[in-house]
T-cell receptor, first 113, second 115 residues
Framework: DAGVIQSPRHEVTEMGQEVTLRCKPI?????LFWYRQTMMRGLELLIY????????DSGMPEDRFSAKMPNASFSTLKIQPSEPRDSAVYFC???????????FGPGTRLLVL | AQKITQTQPGMFVQEKEAVTLDCTYD???????LFWYKQPSSGEMIFLIY??????QNATEGRYSLNFQKARKSANLVISASQLGDSAMYFC????????????FGSGTRLLVRP
């Protein structure tokens, strides 16, 4: 079975550019989570969806960050405009329910110059 | 508020020996779940084991077991017969089961298995 798929795996961009990260959850999973990992702050939950509906976006750092889940098999996390402090590894995870184990994708390593 | 504490930034273990990674937690939720994830140098997050707060028995998954002591609010991971491939960062995490479903992570423990 395919796990959570994320693209791109690596992204290097310049400050001010728009960045779009993509995630395909495990088929049949109806909960999707976006995390950010940095050395300073560790792993932080940014936002999560249940049945394609955003449930809690209190972890989204600023209005520059937005996330969508147009259907059960696809989600995006967009940063516009990007800043150097956004450099991090962004993980997407999915689960078969909010109370169930979350399975992580391989992550997108973002570097904003 | 929920909190996870991992007090061991780094640990060494000899190959084939057992090792315990510590995790303590704090929560006001009566129902919660405890998880351990492994992050090798390649960067992915790999789910290892889960323990529910109402589970009567400690969880086990192959060489991994979770030493759950509810009164002490601890959920230590025990890895038996360590292998070189066990060298990685290990994260303890907790999720509430009644209200907040956020997965809160500890700061991690870096384990190095010596040959």
């Amino acid at each position: 079975d395919a796990g959570v798929i994320q693209s791109p795996r690596h992204e290097v961009t310049e400050m001010g550019q728009e960045v779009t990260l993509r995630c395909k959850p495990i088929s049949g999973h109806n909960s999707l989570f976006w995390y950010r990992q940095t050395m300073m702050r560790g792993l932080e939950l940014l936002i999560y969806f249940n049945n394609n509906v955003p449930i809690d976006d209190s972890g989204m750092p600023e209005d520059r960050f937005s996330a969508k889940m147009p259907n059960a098999s696809f989600s995006t996390l967009k940063i516009q405009p990007s800043e150097p402090r956004d450099s991090a590894v962004y993980f997407c995870a999915s689960s078969s329910g909010l109370k169930e184990t979350q399975y992580f994708g391989p992550g997108t390593r973002l570097l904003v110059l | 508020a929920q909190k996870i504490t991992q007090t061991q930034p780094g640990m060494f273990v000899q190959e084939k020996e057992a090792v315990t990674l510590d995790c303590t937690y704090d929560t006001s939720d009566p129902s919660y779940g405890l998880f351990w994830y492994k992050q090798p140098s390649s960067g992915e997050m790999i789910f290892l084991i889960y323990q529910g707060s109402y589970d009567q028995q400690n969880a086990t998954e192959g060489r991994y077991s979770l030493n759950f002591q509810k009164a002490r609010k601890s959920a230590n991971l025990v890895i038996s017969a360590s292998q070189l491939g066990d060298s990685a960062m290990y994260f303890c995490a907790m999720s509430g089961m009644d209200s907040s479903y956020k997965l809160i992570f500890g700061s991690g423990t870096r384990l190095l298995v010596r040959p």
